[in-house]
């Protein structure tokens, strides 16, 4: 087996996280905050521990690419080795003993590196089908959950500087009674870094059988939510199982926002201006 660094093995889990089921989810959780642990125990202590099945140990190792937990242990045991310091919750590997400077720089790093990964999975042909379907809607729906829905209401904001079609919804419940109301003209935009939430699947479902178009902007590629989408977006910012919420995760979904809203709005520039314009004037009051 080709030798995996720590960074390398942490990353391999939360690549697989959410294809995982609930029971190796349970075990992946274990091992990513109890390495040192990990490392010493018997896949029976690990299980017990973990409170799973021995059996479904040996699937979520082999599903990791290893070919049993003793192969597993010894990667981990070598990726601890070679370095002292525990993995940390925070984006950017930010380390409590890192300098101010340090934590800036790292956390820079990984912001831009977010950016340059989702610069790398833009497709121009999903960004034009995606553009297609909501420049031909009578209305566009942005969704999302939890911190996503963040992004679904900012998306909603951008857009509607170039139109009144655009509108966010955040309560899971709203979303499912809007859903079962739309049509085939309609789309929903929705933002969703695991693309494995159960709301989204029950929403995602009513919309699809209502016809609606779905633009599903996730990092996985094999998600479940994918099965629902007629366009997939895919931001690149790698986020561990304990690093929920990331500014980096954060930052890929909105230059993807970025990259369709400018797509969108070229394709119509004389009416994008006019109603910059007339917001312009609108909003002029408000200032001092």
Do not use: W
Not at 211 to 224: A, E, M, W
Request: hydrophobic content about 40%; some cysteine; overall charge negative.
């Amino acid at each position: 087996m080709t030798q995996q660094t720590d960074t390398g093995l942490i990353e391999r889990i939360s690549n697989e996280y959410y294809n995982l089921t609930a029971a190796e989810k349970k075990a992946a959780d274990f091992v990513v905050s109890h390495r040192t642990e990990t490392q010493k125990m018997s896949i029976t202590d690990l299980a017990e521990k973990s409170e799973v099945a021995e059996a479904t140990l040996s699937r979520f190792v082999r599903r990791l690419g290893y070919r049993g937990f003793s192969d597993f242990k010894m990667e981990l045991a070598k990726s601890l080795a070679s370095s002292e310091q525990e993995f940390s919750p925070l984006s950017g590997e930010v380390h409590d003993k890192d300098s101010f400077s340090d934590v800036c720089r790292k956390l820079y790093a990984a912001d831009e590196d977010a950016i340059t990964q989702t610069l790398k999975l833009v497709d121009e042909e999903s960004i034009r089908k995606a553009a297609d379907y909501i420049e031909a809607a009578d209305k566009v729906i942005c969704m999302g959950q939890g911190g996503s829905m963040i992004i679904a209401e900012e998306a909603a904001h951008i857009f509607t500087t170039i139109g009144s079609k655009y509108f966010s919804i955040g309560d899971n419940h709203t979303q499912a009674i809007v859903s079962a109301t739309m049509s085939e003209r309609d789309v929903i935009l929705y933002f969703s870094y695991s693309g494995a939430t159960r709301d989204m699947m029950q929403t995602l479902s009513v919309a699809r059988a209502r016809g609606v178009k779905i633009i599903l902007v996730t990092h996985y590629p094999n998600s479940p939510g994918v099965q629902f989408a007629d366009v997939i977006l895919l931001c690149g910012a790698k986020e561990s199982p304990l690093q929920l919420g990331s500014i980096p995760a954060k930052i890929s979904q909105l230059f993807l926002m970025d990259v369709l809203f400018s797509e969108v709005a070229r394709r119509n520039l004389d009416e994008c201006r006019h109603a910059r314009s007339q917001i312009a004037n609108a909003l002029a009051e408000k200032h001092l």
